[in-house]
Structures are given as structure tokens and as C-alpha cells.
């Protein structure tokens, strides 16, 4: 069977994280508003701090908050699914419904509790109320990826392939995480969790902070607009290395970074703008921007958005791209106000405008050494205009 | 145009009671597959996964990562090649870890959880265990939707085939009191484990495809007429019994109620060696599905 080679748009994207949901919001806190994580030991019995999304989605009622997250995301994009019949859904998840089991887990031990857990505890709980909200024909395949921080990376990866080959036309990409304790704990149990704010890619970085968040990106082998983001290429594979820590050779990622550039035909001077994986641990960042080194000049930025939404896990990928996508289309690679203190001369101190950026890079590197790398061509003009931060 | 097949080789199955090929074919003679009933002797432990692991890793790994490991070490990675993608399917993952870790947080009200239990709780820890005792590097990707998760094979199989000349499949489930919370459902659950190898067969008309999918039970029923042998999940063997021509089977014996039952069902008649045509069913939720097999 000869292969098609379709282009891959980006025709829609968006996320819900401590940044906001809309791209006012979340420009307006990259720019100003810098979010501040919420410290309350009482709601997960956990005293270091997590990134929240400030919405509470009492518009979608009953819904568990993952559900409800996923459907404003779904929301904005009601003119395509209305338009649409059929459509692949690839949904992206590490936590699932434990957050509602631990609330009723006692409750189960003491069987006083009518919580099914076949119905509510995994991945089917969401793609199940996806698929009911829209009438029958509407929805068609739908599957959810789990391999922790790199769960939405594979979604791009295997969308992206499917539509390239022409096997579908069109998907909606979507990745959820919402905090729980067995995820807050269990983080900490490991030694990785911050006391503070998480500081990705400086000196003073002391781990991670968790973060709920989601992200939605609808592919399309034609694009809507001139300016829509392009899946130039995305690569995976694994370190088989350690079950937590990355191979500090980097040798994978490097592996997948060179495999992402070779399917999109361009080289590394070619990317303006790397959106590391990031996440404040000493041993990620150590490792991710001691490959980005090798691979990269200095004219190419890299920062993490980390510092923003904290780590959301499954979700982050999708949830990074969409952000990014609004980043640069307003011109600017933000970075917080009081960033200091690099660990790479690439990854610039303060705000900068995002001029010639053709492509940017996204990595997400997941427990068990699980690496995606997503390169995408941004078909922005060159010239970004004269706007201030 | 020509219908394009998929091979299935390099096979292996684990329960508790069947550590080889060879032990199902003789439970196919002894007409094992030819009713709904579950040996006695099924249960909830299988011994010796961890033997032949020469890993001190192997301490650490659940019952599903061990699994996992057997399952495709002596199946679909057997003949593993560096570009070969490996998917897992797995219904509820690392599930017992995880029900230890809720367990202490909520019953113990513990502020912190032993630092082996949480990153064996992602959905990718068996593929993790298995690539980092290998020293392999190839693409992983776990699949899991619950009990939904043999739909979400059927569906990303039929795609798969499409743009993927050879992968590997590993699916399995492990046994866990966290089950036992359930007030629901009602599923005889025993752990199982099936790996293989899926092969695009450019060479001859012979293996499997995907013929039909989201009909309704009568027409299901109108198709089966020209098949020699139907391997049908437990209710649809329940309502086929003696109303077929074809010699009717089933995989519940060794599967029972898993969701991903019909991952091991569509390598059966490969086990068995069903020459001639085969029609591997299954449904979700009242939509009917059919995979030829023709040997």
C-alpha cells in the first residue's frame, strides 16, 4: 500500500491550567500575573504547594472535575464537532478518576458507598462521558494513552502518523490531569517535590510542583487559516534505563530530538524555540539541557513553562503546546520576573520577543524513560512586530 | 481489490493453569473451549513469573510487570527488532500498587507512601521494567480505558495494521482485592497475560482483518453461517450454543471476564491452528464486531 504524506495542521488549540483558560487569561498571567501555587494542607493532606485551575466548573454540574475540565475544552470547539461526524478522540491521562476513589474509599471498605470503581476509577470514566455527551455517530474511536508525563506526547505521535498516512482525516487530541493525593504523596515519597515553587532550569531548582492541567488540540490534514501550527515531526522511544531517573548519557532523548528534525527535513538551526520538558527536578533538567547543548546554538531559546502551571503530568504535552501556540502568536517567549540563574546559556533570563521562530520543539519525558520530542513549524511571518512585554 | 491480512506469530499465553501453547491445544482437545465454565483451578496467583528475570528489579515488579514480562519475553518480543513499537493493553494497569497507596494514604492517613510503591503505579511501569532489564529502546505505548479497554484494542488495531508493517502486542490484567470494592459489577476476574507478534501478510491471503464492526446481533448472527469455527466471548457463546453450523468456542475458560478477552481470542485460532475460516466476535456496549481468520 503506497503511504500518503499528508500535512498535519494544528486547526484548534487550548488549555486549562493556573495560567487560565482563555488566551487572554493565559497571556495576561505570562505577562503579569505570574499564578501562585496554593499551599493547604487540609484539602490533600500535603503541606508543599500545587498549581490549581482557578475555575470551579459549576456550569457542568455533577461532573467530576476532570470530566468538567475536559468539556470547556470540548465547548470552544463546538463549531468543529458540529461540522464533523465520527471523530477519532485520543485522550491522555496518568491519574484517571483516583482522586474521586480516594474521597470514597473508606466509604468502600465500610460498603456504604454505591461508587463503582469499573465505572469510575480508570480511563473509561472520561472517554465514556465524552462519548455520551455528543449524540450517537458523533464520537468515533476513542482510546486513552497512559504513559505518565509523556501520555499526550503519544497522542501527537500516533494522530499525527495516522492522519499523515491518511488513515483519518482529522482528530481531537486532549489531555487531563487533576491533582490527587496518592500523585501530590507520592511525588514527595520519591524526593522530588519542591517546598517552594517549582524553579525549572536555574541553579536554585530543589524539584517539582505538581499542577492540574488539560490541554485540547484538534489535527487536520488541511489547514483552516494560513498561520496554523504544523505537526512537522514527533519521535519516541525509551531510555531502558531507570524506572524514575533519566540515562544521564541523554542518549534517547538525543535520539528522538534528531528523529523528530529528520522527519520534518530540517536541522536543529532550524528551531528558533525549544519548550523543555523542564520540570525542576536536578536530574531532568541536568540531563534535558546537556542534550539540548549538543543539539542546539545559542540561537535557539529554551524555557519551561513549569514555572507557570507545574508539572500536569499526562496532560503537560498538549497542555505545554497549546500555551506555547498563544505564546508565540503574541510575539513573545515569556519567562517569570524573577528568573535567575540559568543552568544553559540557552535559555535567556528574562522575556524576549519571539522573532523567526519556524519551529519549535517540545519535549516530554515520562517515568519508565519514556521520551516524545514534537517538533512543529509554526508558519508565523517573520517579522513579530514592535510589541511590548 | 484485494482484502490485505495480518499474521499473528510468535504467541504466548499465561494464566495459572496454562504456561504453554501446547497446554491449550490439549484443553482444545479435551474440549475445554467448547463451554462457558471456568476450570476449578484457576486462580488468582501464577506461580514462577519472576523465574528465568535475571534482574534484581524483578523484587519490585507486581504481578502484572512480571506478566508482562514472561508475555512478551516468550512471545511477540521473542524475534524483537530495534524499530519494533510494543503496545500494552491493560484493562487497570498497576492497579494493586495503586490500591496500596490509596489504602495507606486514606486509611492510615500517611503523609508519605514507601518510594517503590508510587512510580510502580504509572501505566507504563511493565514496559518500563521490561525495556530497562533489556537495555531496550524501542517505542512504548500503554493502552488502557477500563473496561472498555478490548474496544479501544479493536479500534486502534484496525488503524494500526494500516500504517504499521510488524508490532508487538503484550495485554494483560492483574489480580487485586481492589476488585473485591466493587458494588456493580459482578466479573470473574483471574489474571492472564498474551503476547504476539502482528505481521502484515503481503505474501499470501491468509491471517486476520477486521470484517465487521458496529452491527447488531442479528446481523452478527447472519454472518456466521460462513464460517468453519466462531470463537465468541461468554454471552455471545451463551446465545450461539447449538445455533450454529460452525464448531462454536470460546475463550472464557482462560480469559474469563477480562475486558481485553478478546486480545487472546483473536490469537486462539492461531494457537490452535483453525485451518480453514474463523470468525473471532466480540461486542461493547450492544455493538457487534467481527475479525475474519482464515488459515
Given amino acids: ?389 | 481489490m484485494e482484502q490485505e491480512f495480518t499474521y499473528i506469530r510468535d504467541i504466548h499465553f499465561i494464566n495459572s493453569n496454562v504456561s504453554s501453547l501446547d497446554s491449550l491445544r490439549e484443553m482444545y482437545s479435551n474440549g475445554l473451549f467448547s463451554d462457558v465454565k471456568l476450570p476449578e483451578n484457576l486462580s488468582q496467583e501464577i506461580p514462577g513469573l519472576s523465574d528465568n528475570i535475571k534482574s534484581p528489579l524483578k523484587r519490585r515488579m507486581s504481578q502484572l510487570s512480571l506478566g508482562v514480562y514472561q508475555a512478551l519475553q516468550n512471545g511477540g518480543a521473542k524475534n524483537l527488532r530495534e524499530d519494533d513499537e510494543i503496545y500494552l493493553f491493560t484493562s487497570f494497569a498497576e492497579i494493586d500498587t495503586s490500591n496500596k497507596i490509596i489504602a495507606d494514604l486514606e486509611l492510615n492517613q500517611s503523609k508519605l507512601v514507601s518510594p517503590v510503591l508510587f512510580h510502580n503505579s504509572v501505566h507504563n511501569t511493565p514496559l518500563g521494567y521490561y525495556t530497562i532489564i533489556n537495555k531496550y529502546h524501542n517505542y512504548c505505548l500503554a493502552v488502557s480505558d477500563g473496561i472498555n479497554t478490548g474496544k479501544s484494542f479493536v479500534d486502534l488495531i484496525k488503524f494500526l495494521v494500516r500504517i504499521n508493517p510488524e508490532f508487538v502486542i503484550v495485554a494483560g490484567d492483574e489480580y487485586s482485592s481492589f476488585y473485591d470494592l466493587e458494588v456493580k459489577y459482578k466479573y470473574q476476574l483471574y489474571p492472564s497475560f498474551v503476547s504476539y507478534k502482528i505481521q502484515k501478510n503481503v505474501d499470501e491471503q491468509k491471517g486476520f482483518f477486521l470484517k465487521h464492526e458496529n452491527c447488531s446481533w442479528e446481523q452478527i448472527k447472519s454472518f456466521l453461517c460462513d464460517y468453519e469455527y466462531v470463537f465468541a466471548d461468554k454471552e455471545s457463546f451463551i446465545e450461539l450454543k447449538d445455533k450454529v453450523n460452525a464448531e462454536l468456542l470460546t475463550d472464557y475458560p482462560i480469559v474469563g471476564d477480562a475486558p481485553i478477552s478478546i486480545i487472546t481470542r483473536l490469537a486462539l485460532p492461531f494457537i490452535l491452528s483453525l485451518h480453514g475460516k474463523t470468525a473471532v466476535i466480540g461486542h461493547f456496549k450492544g455493538k457487534y464486531f467481527l475479525f475474519e481468520v482464515v488459515l
Avoid: W
Avoid at chain 1, 321 to 347: K, V
Fill in chain 1, 1 to 389: 500500500m503506497k503511504m500518503q504524506k499528508n500535512r498535519v495542521f494544528i486547526t484548534y488549540h487550548g488549555s486549562a491550567s493556573s495560567l487560565g483558560i482563555t488566551t487572554d487569561e493565559i497571556l495576561q498571567s505570562l505577562s503579569q500575573n505570574k499564578p501562585e501555587p496554593r499551599t493547604d494542607e487540609k484539602v490533600f493532606n500535603f503541606s508543599k504547594p500545587y498549581y490549581e485551575i482557578s475555575n470551579s466548573f459549576k456550569e457542568y454540574g455533577n461532573q467530576v472535575r476532570s470530566s468538567a475540565i475536559i468539556f470547556s475544552l470540548l465547548d470552544k470547539c463546538k463549531d468543529f464537532i458540529d461540522s464533523h461526524e465520527n471523530i477519532p478522540v485520543f485522550l491522555s491521562s496518568s491519574t484517571g478518576g483516583i482522586r474521586e476513589t480516594e474521597c470514597n474509599y473508606i466509604d468502600l471498605i465500610n460498603k456504604k458507598s454505591s461508587y463503582s470503581v469499573f465505572e469510575n476509577h480508570f480511563f473509561n470514566k472520561t472517554s465514556t462521558d465524552v462519548k455520551k455527551r455528543y449524540p450517537e455517530g458523533k464520537i468515533g474511536e476513542i482510546f486513552t494513552f497512559s504513559t505518565a508525563c509523556s501520555s499526550s506526547g503519544h497522542a501527537i505521535y500516533q494522530a499525527a502518523r495516522l492522519i499523515r498516512a491518511g488513515v483519518i482525516d482529522y482528530a481531537i487530541l486532549l489531555g487531563i490531569d487533576i491533582i490527587s493525593k496518592t500523585t501530590l504523596i507520592g511525588f514527595d515519597s520519591l524526593q522530588l517535590v519542591s517546598d517552594k515553587a517549582s524553579r525549572p532550569l536555574t541553579e536554585q531548582r530543589d524539584g517539582l510542583t505538581l499542577g492540574e492541567g488539560a490541554g485540547i488540540l484538534i489535527l487536520e490534514n488541511k489547514s483552516r487559516t494560513p498561520n496554523d501550527f504544523e505537526i512537522a515531526g514527533v519521535a519516541s522511544g525509551v531510555d531502558g534505563h531507570h524506572i524514575t531517573s533519566p540515562d544521564p548519557s541523554g542518549a534517547n532523548q538525543r535520539k528522538c530530538i534528531y528523529s523528530a528534525l529528520d522527519e520534518a527535513g530540517v536541522c536543529s538551526d532550524d528551531v528558533g524555540y525549544v519548550n523543555a520538558h523542564g520540570t525542576g527536578t536536578k536530574m531532568n533538567d541536568q540531563v534535558e539541557l546537556s542534550v539540548l547543548e549538543d543539539i542546539f546554538s545559542k540561537k535557539t531559546l529554551v524555557t519551561s513553562l513549569k514555572s507557570y502551571v507545574g508539572h500536569t503530568l499526562g496532560a503537560s504535552t498538549i497542555a505545554e503546546i497549546a500555551i506555547c501556540i498563544d505564546m508565540l502568536r503574541s510575539g513573545f517567549i515569556y519567562q517569570p520576573t524573577d528568573f535567575s540563574d540559568p543552568i544553559s546559556p540557552l535559555i535567556p533570563l528574562k522575556t524576549v520577543k519571539a522573532e523567526n521562530i519556524r519551529y519549535f520543539l517540545k519535549n516530554s519525558f515520562g517515568f519508565g524513560g519514556n521520551n516524545v520530542s514534537v517538533l512543529i513549524k509554526t508558519n508565523l511571518d517573520d517579522n513579530s512586530g514592535e510589541k511590548d512585554a
